[in-house]
């Protein structure tokens, strides 16, 4: 990768939009793309749980150009208000869902709850979206599923030379 992953969070909270609490899941997530992959953070933003607002936020950020990755974190479970992934499906052009399977599945090893997950994963123009659970630990784990492929996905995006190298190999994946 030559240049570090352009990174934003979007929150999906009333509550934390609301400023009943403080929104924990966007600052954890930062920190963890920061260390692991020396990912900048361009933005990060909370707002309500509104599949509209949600929408607008992720076609102003992919629409951009200056973003690789948006990673919104809430609003995926199954309450009423949880739209994340209705407005996340709203804007995508491509699906990405290799993503959300692998977190999804790693959760399982974790809870039960994670059959609850409705996260959705994709591309709009070149960025890629990834929808987390609202919670610090949760969000924290799931990104943590997906961090060993986000660089190579970023290269493909930016259609950089050296993406179409090969395969990457896991640590500790066994290759039939």
Request: net charge negative; with cysteine; aromatic share 2%.
């Given at each position: 990768?030559?240049?570090?992953?352009?990174?934003?969070?979007?929150?999906a909270?009333?509550?934390?939009?609301?400023?009943?609490?403080?929104?924990?899941?966007g600052?954890?997530?930062?920190?963890?793309?920061?260390?692991?992959?020396?990912?900048?953070?361009?933005?990060?933003?909370?707002?309500?749980?509104?599949?509209?607002?949600?929408?607008?936020?992720?076609?102003?950020?992919?629409?951009?150009?200056?973003?690789?990755?948006?990673?919104?974190?809430?609003?995926?479970?199954?309450?009423?208000r949880?739209?994340?992934?209705?407005?996340?499906?709203?804007?995508?052009?491509?699906?990405?869902?290799?993503?959300?399977e692998?977190?999804?599945?790693?959760?399982?090893r974790?809870?039960?709850?994670?059959?609850l997950?409705?996260?959705?994963c994709?591309?709009?123009?070149?960025?890629?979206?990834?929808?987390?659970?609202?919670?610090?630990?949760?969000?924290?784990?799931?990104?943590?599923?997906?961090?060993?492929?986000?660089?190579?996905?970023?290269?493909?995006?930016?259609?950089?030379?050296?993406?179409?190298?090969?395969?990457?190999?896991l640590?500790?994946a066994?290759?039939?």
């Amino acid at each position: 990768m030559s240049e570090p992953i352009r990174l934003v969070i979007l929150t999906a909270s009333d509550r934390a939009a609301a400023g009943l609490y403080e929104d924990e899941s966007g600052p954890a997530l930062a920190k963890l793309l920061k260390q692991t992959l020396g990912a900048t953070l361009v933005a990060r933003q909370v707002v309500p749980d509104d599949r509209a607002t949600l929408a607008e936020q992720l076609c102003t950020w992919a629409d951009g150009g200056e973003v690789d990755l948006i990673l919104v974190t809430g609003g995926t479970g199954f309450a009423p208000r949880d739209v994340t992934p209705e407005a996340t499906r709203d804007v995508i052009e491509r699906e990405a869902p290799g993503l959300a399977e692998a977190m999804r599945a790693a959760s399982l090893r974790i809870t039960a709850h994670a059959m609850l997950s409705r996260t959705v994963c994709g591309i709009r123009k070149q960025t890629l979206i990834v929808d987390l659970p609202g919670s610090p630990k949760a969000a924290v784990e799931n990104a943590q599923v997906i961090l060993p492929v986000l660089p190579h996905a970023i290269d493909l995006l930016r259609n950089a030379p050296e993406s179409e190298a090969g395969h990457r190999k896991l640590p500790g994946a066994q290759m039939a």
